[in-house]
């Protein structure tokens, strides 16, 4: 079978216009879609896939990328939205109600958990944070009223790589719904519907497209995947009551990266392998975290599900992200480390990643966490995002920010 992640891209089964092929596939435009009669009208009722009703239910350009995306995650369906956030939101609102709960890792990507908070929270929707390192906390808190557990690995911000397959067996025999937000993995990582091999997995599958697939750093998209085609309906009927659409420029723009998405992301791996190896030398660091690191908090979760997948000998399998962060020793000040990142000149300032410009944001993890992590030292976070620069130089401008703050 050809490799999903990046010949299955490529050669995605498209219908171009008679007569008409290219690489890359046509873009179309439209609120309006028209009827051939009344008759075609009235029988369009169901916003589905059986036939186009109006722009934002769907054109051929945002079914073709929902359908590409659906292939690189092994799921049946997709639904784009407007950004990673809202395909979040439209997750939480479709199976969600009043009275239900819904349970985050206390690692989980913050908006999520601030969506919780300060929307779901005030339609009596209730919500509990766990430990994203103990299923037993987890197993604790599924009660009658969780509706929804979001999964999330490796971690936000501290890339801590849970026991994915421990979770996704607890969801299915509890028979809570499970989303994980993959967009770390990409669909290039791990398989999300199939972690085992035997086809655990998530019900739901999340993926910020404007992170790797978009690859610009000038896109905001989100998808949502999934192989249950009920799951699925519920999902759309929530996206479309919502007015969540995309704009077909965009798509276009993810559509051009696609074919790239499995070189960039192994790239990005490479890169960020060597510098937080080469950050772990550093005296300054106390902790480095990146789940292919040895000794990095769940870094077996990481090897089972992730270097399990490499075996397969497909590209970017048994992979990880562009991602590491370390923990500053608590003998720099704040004003150490806030001088170290201003010194940066390649690594630029700012959130988001999976675009060609390396990124760097600290985070005080005290504000973030409702606790410090036992398996975390203490001290400033510091997490960088590999882009597509040279590594010698990315490592060269680390050393040289690093001496200019006093921290070599
Ligand atoms: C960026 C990100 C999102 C949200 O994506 P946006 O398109 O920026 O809304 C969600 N989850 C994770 C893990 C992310 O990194």
Redesign the pocket.
């Known amino acids: 079978m050809s490799d999903p992640a990046s010949t299955g891209l490529i050669h995605h089964p498209y219908v171009p216009p008679a007569g008409f092929e290219a690489p890359q596939p046509g873009v179309f435009k439209a609120s309006t879609v028209f009827f051939p009669n009344v008759a075609a009208l009235r029988a369009s009722e169901g916003k589905d896939k059986s036939g186009y009703t109006y722009g934002l239910h769907g054109t051929p350009t945002t079914l073709t990328l929902e359908a590409r995306i659906a292939a690189l995650e092994g799921g049946a369906h997709c639904l784009l939205a407007p950004?990673?956030?809202?395909a979040?939101a439209n997750v939480a609102l479709a199976l969600l109600q009043a009275g239900d709960e819904v349970l985050i890792p206390d690692n989980a990507?913050g908006?999520n958990l601030a969506l919780a908070q300060g929307q779901l929270a005030r339609y009596g929707i209730t919500h509990q944070i766990y430990d994203a390192m103990n299923v037993a906390d987890l197993a604790d808190r599924i009660s009658a009223r969780t509706k929804l557990v979001w999964l999330?690995a490796a971690g936000?911000v501290t890339l801590e790589f849970p026991d994915l397959i421990a979770q996704a067996r607890l969801c299915r025999t509890r028979g809570v719904i499970c989303a994980l937000?993959n967009?770390?993995g990409a669909g290039l990582a791990f398989k999300p519907f199939d972690l085992d091999g035997a086809g655990l997995g998530a019900d739901v599958s999340v993926h910020?497209l404007?992170?790797y697939p978009s690859g610009g750093g000038d896109v905001?998209?989100?998808a949502i995947t999934t192989r249950d085609a009920a799951l699925h309906a519920r999902l759309q009927r929530a996206r479309a009551r919502l007015g969540f659409g995309v704009g077909a420029n965009d798509v276009e723009a993810v559509l051009r990266a696609l074919p790239s998405l499995a070189l960039r992301y192994a790239t990005a791996d490479r890169a960020a392998r060597e510098l937080a190896r080469w950050c772990a030398a550093q005296p300054a660091f106390a902790q480095v975290l990146h789940p292919a690191l040895p000794g990095s908090p769940g870094h077996a979760h990481w090897q089972q599900v992730c270097a399990a997948a490499e075996a397969a000998e497909v590209v970017g399998r048994g992979a990880a992200a562009g991602l590491w962060s370390v923990v500053v020793r608590e003998r720099h000040t704040q004003a150490q480390v806030d001088a170290f990142c201003d010194a940066l000149r390649l690594f630029k300032l700012g959130y988001?990643w999976g675009g060609p410009v390396s990124l760097v944001v600290p985070y005080d993890l005290n504000a973030m966490r409702p606790a410090w992590p036992a398996h975390l030292s203490r001290g400033i976070v510091l997490r960088f995002s590999a882009g597509l620069e040279n590594p010698r130089d990315l490592q060269a401008d680390l050393a040289q920010a690093l001496a200019a703050a006093g921290m070599a």
């Open positions: 950004s990673g956030l809202a979040i990507y908006p999330e936000s937000d967009t770390w910020a404007t992170k905001l998209m989100g988001s």
